[in-house]
């Protein structure tokens, strides 16, 4: 079974730093898009950022020059390096990845458990 593990969370202060990091477990034959979404407390759940296979990135105006994806096709891992943090930023971040499990079967989208991510003084 195919499962998408996240780490790197945890509480930061106003204008700090942090690394997320999301791998993907199991056998998979493809992985396409990758991607960073968050969740506020009281709100719907919004894409941060994507990056496709070849490494086109996108990226939600708010954390545009802030945040950076990137990722590593070889160990089908995706990273999240969050910089300059506001507490708007406050929310569980959840990595995402279009995985092919096998050459005859169409993508599906996979979601990993989530990580909070405190931005607080």
């Known amino acids: 079974q195919v499962r998408l593990v996240e780490s790197g969370g945890g509480l930061v202060q106003p204008g700090g730093s942090l690394r997320l990091s999301c791998g993907i477990s199991?056998?998979?034959?493809?992985?396409?898009?990758m991607g960073w979404h968050r969740q506020a407390p009281g709100k719907e759940r919004e894409l941060v950022a994507s990056?496709?296979?070849?490494?086109?990135?996108n990226y939600a105006d708010s954390v545009k020059g802030r945040f950076t994806i990137s990722r590593d096709n070889a160990k089908n891992m995706v990273y999240l390096q969050m910089n300059s943090l506001k507490p708007e930023d406050t929310a569980v971040y959840y990595c995402?990845?279009?995985?092919?499990?096998?050459?005859?079967?169409?993508?599906?989208?996979?979601w990993g458990q989530g990580t909070q991510v405190t931005v607080s003084s």
């Open positions: 995402n990845a279009w995985i092919v499990l096998h050459s005859d079967r169409d993508a599906s989208n996979a």
């Open positions: 199991g056998s998979v034959f493809r992985v396409n898009t």
């Open positions: 990056i496709t296979s070849d490494g086109r990135t």
